[in-house]
């Protein structure tokens, strides 16, 4: 056995979520290649909570998979809710007074499903309480399949060392006790190590805040909302190391209206919200676009319409984002596919907003913002601050008339000299109106035509400037995915399923969604479909919002799709099921 | 500086006799007697008729969205403490589409001075009944007469732990110049709430109205200014202020209602107090963070 799922179940508040961070970094430093997904629901008590856990030391492991061998259940509904996700020979562990008895099937037996009491609640009760469950649980975990307890042991000193000698003590007492209950080992899993360098366990979101530090983000203005929220938390916890200056606004309106007014003072200034606050935003994104004001905007969408399905996964803002705001105005939309472009988009997305003085969209989803992978720290070797043309108060002259400084001034590339409030010489009104090249409003054609080619000019030197988009694969593929975002990791676990298959599938994703490679798209898709190939768009959306991005702007349909809107993101296998 | 020191390229597009000239004019001589250096003041506006009114004084400006000249404000007061920020705005900005931010704004405590243009009237959609409107108003949107009760400013503000409370009228120049002044010499957050008449669209709240009724605080020496102390707590000495902040139809009080001391919002930001967000260092380290996830 060279991979292990486990899934570790309860309601919400019986530490769920941290059993899933203390295994999954423990599992990261001891070595293996380790994704941990999080299903939640939008209640703080009582419903159905799970974490999957899957870990390889043999080979990476990109994504989440929906079949699991090991299911921890600390209530009847993580054993009644998970039976048909369980693998031939897989296990149920679960407290000893949950009775199950009605839930074993023919079947089940059949494929070697067992199910495995143990004494949970009477031994969390001599340790002192129910705070000791997760790690318990834990220890049966590291006994069924044979892992080294050192590591966890490790993790519990590090997470519980502010929290006295007695909770570790007790911690460590509980985790004996798991290991003890496991009984024998169950699971054989080929523990040696492959790769030994360390590497970080973070989701999406930390990614991107980890990014938009080094890129001297200083300002972020945001309004609570999932699965976004982690992103103001992580960016307030490093207020003082970093000196950020985080408002937690009264709602997205003024979020984002205060990341502009930051934006037009001269700091990088960051929000992060899910689909129903952006569409707060969004009047303000337009004001971002007609002040020409640098701002950088995350929207990590989630399962609507509405309130819709607040914790669940879903990629159907991408026409929200694309069309946020009246009127035309040059923007950038990155979508980012797995947490290492998460940081490399979150850098990238401030240089980007100020050398263009446009505002940034970086769009996630729930799937890449809250699951976790292990990866090598980020290289930040010759990452560079690019901010545009910014002028000084000897430079401002050179765009100066009479005394008046031109904060619109025309220009080849569409892109103005800026001067920051405190630069003499640049006073001058940032506007939402229309305005003349001094920012001074006037509506007559002629100028409205000049402002209006003057900002859309900025979107032909901003597309030169991105990579373009490149097919991912070897030699002459089979077959082409056609996606975005986090379906990367869900591709790579599927091609690789593939190649077991001696199928060669390619996959292209689409990174940029404003401005759009249409040309560069266009010929990678009649590449494979003037040869025949299976060419399938692959979303998590009921409409193929991409696949009616990519008709518009290339003039091809795809008819073949994999779509997906149950809140759930898919999985390699629901991809080759779909296929067949 | 000098009055020429302030000129823009445009002059003001108002209708003639409209309160706004008062406004700009105590907002000019204000700045002049501040002495601020201009490229360090930013006038952060809303949308209407008065909004324009930073194009028509040279210093920075962001002409922001109707009813957001506060958060965007707030953007740059954080981003870069050293600026002097006023925000201006109508009433509907301030009191209608604002009213969420106007309120957080004043217990937040930053230093900003906000000057509401309040006319009474939607002045630049031509005479529609606004939130300070009094019940009953008839016009375009209110046909058979406003229903709702206006709200009443200063008593919101002393609700929402403003630090500066005041109101003035375009019609005295001298004593609207003296209140921007001492608003913006205010450490936090000062209301300037200023009655304005409307010379196109409210007929009945005219500069003969006000006239006739308004007097002022600091020449009325039984008005006690009442204490509050950090924590927004005050004894009966308030009751004289709510009670004045309620006469309208007989006398109208203007000048400052409340003046008192709460540290601000940013002498207490964590972030700042590391350096302000418009300072750049080229290579920010992050090896510490990272080592966190490890």
């Known amino acids: ?580 | 500086m000098e009055m020429k020191d302030l000129q823009t390229r445009q002059n003001p597009n108002w209708c003639p006799g409209c309160g706004d000239y008062g406004i700009l004019a105590a907002l000019k001589a204000a700045l002049i007697e501040l002495n601020f250096d201009i490229k360090n003041v930013v006038i952060v506006t809303g949308i209407g008729c008065g909004s324009k009114i930073n194009h028509w004084v040279k210093c920075y400006g962001f002409e922001s969205l109707h009813g957001r000249p506060i958060p965007v404000a707030t953007g740059v007061k954080l981003a870069n403490p050293d600026l002097k920020v006023i925000a201006i705005g109508g009433d509907g900005d301030a009191y209608g589409l604002g009213m969420g931010h106007f309120i957080h704004a004043m217990r937040r405590n930053l230093d900003i001075t906000y000057i509401v243009q309040d006319n009474q009237v939607y002045g630049l959609t031509t005479g529609q009944t606004s939130p300070t409107s009094d019940r009953g108003t008839k016009s375009k949107s209110t046909p058979f007469g406003a229903i709702e009760v206006p709200v009443n400013p200063i008593d919101l503000a002393f609700g929402s732990g403003a630090t500066f409370i005041a109101r003035g009228y375009a019609g005295d120049l001298k004593h609207l110049t003296s209140l921007i002044v001492q608003g913006v010499k205010h450490e936090g957050f000062a209301l300037i709430d200023t009655l304005q008449p409307c010379v196109s669209f409210n007929k009945i709240n005219t500069y003969d109205f006000f006239n006739k009724r308004v007097y002022k605080l600091e020449e009325d020496k039984s008005y006690k200014m009442p204490f509050i102390d950090e924590n927004g707590m005050f004894d009966t000495s308030i009751g004289d202020a709510m009670k004045r902040s309620r006469e309208w139809n007989e006398k109208i009080p203007i000048g400052v209602f409340y003046k008192g001391f709460r540290p601000t919002y940013e002498s207490s930001e964590i972030g700042l107090s590391e350096g302000r967000p418009v300072e750049f260092d080229n290579d920010i380290d992050i090896e510490d963070l990272m080592a966190g996830y490890m």
């Open chain 1, 1 to 580: 056995m060279t991979t292990l799922n486990i899934l570790i179940g309860g309601p919400a508040g019986s530490g769920i979520e941290s059993a899933g961070q203390i295994l999954g970094q423990a599992l990261n430093r001891s070595g293996a290649s380790v994704v941990v997904t999080n299903e939640i629901m939008s209640q703080i008590r009582g419903g159905h909570n799970f974490n999957k856990v899957r870990f390889s030391y043999a080979e990476k492991v990109f994504a989440h998979e929906w079949e699991v061998d090991i299911v921890m259940a600390l209530d009847r509904m993580s054993v009644a809710d998970h039976l048909d996700e369980i693998k031939d020979g897989g296990l149920f562990i679960f407290d000893e007074s949950i009775n199950v008895q009605d839930l074993i099937s023919e079947e089940l037996r059949a494929r070697g499903v067992e199910f495995l009491p143990i004494k949970l609640e009477a031994s969390i009760k001599d340790l002192g309480g129910d705070i000791y469950k997760n790690v318990l649980m834990i220890g049966t975990i590291l006994g069924l399949t044979g892992i080294d307890p050192v590591f966890v042991e490790k993790v519990i000193k590090d997470k519980f060392g502010n929290k006295g000698v007695e909770i570790i003590e007790n911690n460590l007492k509980a985790l004996k006790k798991g290991l003890e209950m496991a009984g024998r080992q169950r699971f054989q899993i080929n523990t040696t190590r492959k790769d030994s360098s360390a590497k970080m366990l973070l989701n999406g979101n930390d990614a991107v805040c980890l990014g938009a530090v080094k890129s001297g983000c200083k300002f972020v203005a945001e309004y609570p909302m999932t699965p976004s929220s982690s992103v103001l938390h992580t960016m307030a916890s490093w207020a003082k190391s970093h000196g950020i200056v985080v408002k937690h606004a009264e709602d997205e309106i003024a979020a984002m209206n205060m990341i502009v007014g930051a934006g037009f003072a001269g700091a990088r200034a960051m929000t992060a919200t899910s689909g129903g606050g952006f569409a707060l935003m969004t009047e303000a994104c337009g004001m971002a676009g007609c002040s020409e004001t640098p701002c950088v905007v995350v929207e990590a969408m989630r399962a609507g319409p509405s309130t819709g399905l607040p914790t669940k996964t879903e990629q159907g803002d991408l026409r929200q984002v694309l069309h946020a705001s009246q009127g035309e105005y040059p923007r950038l939309v990155m979508v980012p596919g797995d947490v290492k472009e998460c940081f490399d988009m979150g850098f990238e997305a401030f240089n980007y907003a100020e050398k263009y003085q446009i505002p940034v969209f970086v769009l996630t989803d729930k799937y890449l913002s809250e699951t976790y992978v292990n990866i090598e720290p980020f290289n930040v070797s010759g990452l560079a601050l690019n901010r545009g043309k910014l002028l000084d108060e000897k430079t401002v002259e050179t765009q100066s008339e009479n005394g008046f400084y031109k904060r619109y001034a025309d220009s080849q590339d569409g892109i103005s000299g800026r001067a920051l409030p405190g630069t003499a010489g640049g006073c001058h009104v940032s506007t939402s109106y229309e305005h003349d090249e001094f920012g001074d409003l006037i509506e007559d054609a002629p100028n409205r035509i000049l402002q209006v080619e003057k900002r859309m000019r900025k979107m032909t030197a901003l597309k030169s400037e991105l990579p373009p988009p490149v097919v991912d694969g070897e030699g002459d593929g089979d077959m082409l995915f056609v996606s975005l975002g986090s379906m990367k990791s869900v591709l790579q676990e599927t091609v690789s399923k593939l190649k077991g298959r001696n199928k060669n599938a390619h996959v292209l994703l689409i990174q940029y969604l404003i401005p759009f490679h249409s040309e560069e798209i266009k010929s990678i898709l009649e590449k494979y479909l003037n040869a025949g190939k299976k060419v399938v768009l692959v979303e998590q959306n009921f409409t193929a919002q991409l696949g009616g991005i990519i008709a518009e702007n290339t003039g091809i349909l795809l008819n073949e799709k994999i779509l997906k809107y149950d809140g759930f993101q898919m999985d390699s296998e629901y991809i080759l099921n779909k296929l067949a």
